[in-house]
């Protein structure tokens, strides 16, 4: 698969301040990547090298293949950027403004006629366009900033941080347009501080903290990674106390609970132990209805993961 | 889902800039103030004699040099402003603001994004000069009569917009350097009046004149002999020529009307005994070479403060 988004040993220091600490990052094309970190984690910085906005220290960025280091529009061609808390000329009206990003994405007089009002539309600032932007609020500036980011049909969306600043209707309706954006086929790469908000949207995650990856894999094989699975939740035929107890003594479950014909099993491994258990139910008598590994939500990996990081910090520091 | 990967023509993005600067400039509250405030003046220089000599019960006389003479010279102090208003915050105000950060992501080069800004400010100055300048003839036709030599409001305009690039491009260097509209404008302010203030007592008071040739501003005072009139009181020439960047308009203006004619560059020498100040002559130059190298050191400087601003705002991270 091709990637959209690519660091390698991407560094940025302010000062003594090392904001992003050798990154390296994989964002797959067509995919909706969540970056996710807590605040001062370098998730705007590595986005402002990506954008063309700072300049690495060390280490390459490259969008689809092409080094971002410098002013180099062809690689802005390609992308939408929703900046965190977009500020847009007060003086401009909010059609006049789209208008004019739009002659710059090189967007032709007719096209832009047909994507504005439809943009206006889509980010529900309809009937506001011939406002001046000094008159929106600051969930409206949010929402044209979305619509300006989509004006040119680009092939990476970066969103940094979208639902600062919106109410929680809007911040569903931003959530909502994303994966109509993802649906699209455009390569999606936000970055939020909202864990709920990558894991409702994003199929892909990179967690950093204090400039350095923590993780970076689907969200389902990060959760995997980090603590393995919680539990297996099985369903079986007929349920019956030798196949509980041959259960109870396999090395990695640590407590099985049950209920009607359901057993709830947790677990303490990695690995993936589920033909062992299959193989265990059969031999037991039991016959296997279903069988679900749940694993652990984004929340709890992320907090384990940051906790460690600082943890280690600690450590290094004493 | 194409993906737009083509750039626009260079044009396209660069009228895209202009566009969006220009509706800025003719928004901007602080230019429209200044243009109002330009009219008011000269409509008061134009009606004051009137009124004055209506008032004495005297005739206003005919004068088909009044356009020409007076209404021309945009004093320098106005051009100042003028260009402090419109580019005070052309650059460092979207630094400020964080208007910046979504422009220049757009797939436009960040020297056209510059080279758009000042040729907006320079459209707005134009339109601002014209207008004047046009308001100034119509009014000087109808209350001093037919006017002598209107072809050469042309050339005051473009000496005019010249002398205000200058300043320009000083206060734009100053923002773009410093990301500080504030600070470009307090800069801007001390060079402009450090220089008319320096070049005041160095022309007038010392035999260094010399060096205000090569000096933004109101530079050294000249006279040219049997044109310039000499105060018979004092014996101090009365206006006269300058080599300041300032004054490029008007000097240029009297080269092509008188254009074998020669500067004489003077100073003043306080007489004890007389009590008053006598001009005493310094060196003499051909007007030609007055006019030239005004526009020459002007040119350098809008130049040189060009680039300062351009590599500036080119090398600028934002990191706010």
């Known amino acids: 698969m091709s990637l959209a988004i690519e660091t390698v040993n991407l560094t940025k220091r302010y000062g003594r301040l090392t904001a992003v600490d050798k990154l390296t990052l994989n964002v797959s094309a067509n995919t909706v990547h969540g970056f996710l970190g807590p605040n001062g984690a370098g998730k705007t910085t590595t986005i402002k090298v990506l954008v063309g906005l700072l300049r690495p220290d060390e280490g390459v960025a490259r969008i689809f293949g092409q080094e971002v280091s410098g002013d180099k529009p062809d690689v802005r061609s390609r992308i939408g950027y929703v900046p965190e808390l977009p500020k847009f000329p007060k003086h401009l009206k909010g059609w006049e403004l ?20 439809k943009l206006f539309e889509l980010v529900g600032l309809k009937g506001r366009e011939n406002d001046l932007i000094g008159k ?63 894991q409702q949207v994003c199929s892909h995650v990179t967690i950093i903290h204090k400039g350095v990856t923590l993780a970076s894999d689907t969200i389902e094989k990060v959760s995997h990674k980090i ?26 479950v640590t ?36 069988m679900n590994l749940v694993g652990h939500s984004l929340e709890e990996v992320f907090v384990q993961l940051v906790g460690k990081a600082e943890e280690k910090e600690g450590g290094k520091t004493q | ?145 037919p006017q002598n030599n209107l072809h050469l409001l042309s050339v005051s305009l473009l000496g005019s917009i010249l002398s205000t690039l200058l300043w320009m491009a000083i206060v734009l260097a100053m923002g773009s350097v410093s990301k500080s509209s504030m600070l470009a404008a307090l800069a801007g302010v001390g060079i402009y009046f450090g220089l008319n203030i320096a070049a005041g007592i160095l022309s007038l008071f010392s035999n260094q004149a010399w060096i205000l040739t090569y000096a ?38 009297t080269y092509i009307l008188h254009p074998a004619s020669e500067v004489t560059f003077f100073r003043l020498e306080f007489l004890l005994g007389s009590q008053r100040f006598n001009p005493v002559d310094l060196y003499t130059e051909p007007l030609f070479l007055v006019v030239a190298r005004s526009i020459a050191v002007a040119l350098v400087y809008i130049f040189a403060f060009n680039f300062i601003a351009w ?5 600028a991270q934002v990191a706010e």
């Open chain 1, 98 to 117: 789209l208008d004019i990003y739009g002659r710059m994405y090189g967007l032709s007089q007719q096209e832009r006629r047909d994507q504005l009002p």
């Open chain 1, 255 to 290: 407590e099985v609970k049950t209920e009607d014909n359901k057993l709830n099993i947790m677990l303490e491994t990695r690995d993936d132990i589920r033909p062992q258990v299959s193989e265990t139910i059969t031999n037991s008598g039991g016959t296997i209805v279903s």
């Open chain 2, 216 to 253: 933004p501003g109101s530079g050294a005072s000249g006279y040219i002999k049997g044109l310039t009139p000499i105060n018979p009181q004092t014996g101090t020439p009365i206006g006269g020529v300058s080599t300041g960047t300032d004054t490029i308009a008007a000097t240029l203006i």
């Open chain 2, 1 to 145: 889902m194409t993906g737009r990967k083509i750039r626009p023509r260079w044009s396209v993005s660069f009228l895209a800039v202009v566009r969006y600067e220009l509706l800025w400039n003719i928004r901007k509250k602080k230019v429209l103030g200044v243009l109002i405030l330009a009219f008011a003046i000269a409509t008061i220089t134009l009606v004051l004699p009137v009124v004055l000599n209506n008032l004495n019960n005297l005739p206003t006389e005919l004068n088909p040099n009044y356009v020409i003479n007076t209404g021309t010279s945009i004093s320098g102090v106005f051009m100042f402003i003028f260009a402090l208003v419109t580019v005070m915050n052309s650059i460092s105000g979207e630094f400020e603001s964080g208007s910046i950060v979504p422009l220049i992501t757009k797939p436009v080069s960040r020297t056209t994004v510059y080279l758009g800004k000042i040729s907006s400010a320079i459209l707005t100055l134009l339109g601002a000069y014209v207008l004047l300048i046009v308001y100034i003839a119509l009014g000087g036709s109808i209350i001093y009569g």
């Open chain 2, 311 to 315: 590599y500036a705002f080119k090398r």
């Open chain 1, 136 to 198: 929106y609020s600051k969930g409206m500036q949010q929402r044209l900033g979305i619509a300006q980011a989509l004006l040119n049909d680009p092939q990476l969306v970066i969103l940094d941080e979208p639902s600062l600043g919106l109410d929680p209707v809007g911040m569903v309706e931003v959530r909502e347009l994303i994966k109509g954006v993802a649906k699209e086929g455009m390569t999606v790469f936000l970055s939020s501080h909202l864990l709920f908000e990558v």
């Open chain 1, 227 to 252: 603590r393995g699975p919680t539990a297996l939740q099985i369903e079986v035929t007929k349920l019956t106390k030798t196949l509980v107890e041959n259960l109870r003594k396999l090395p990695f």
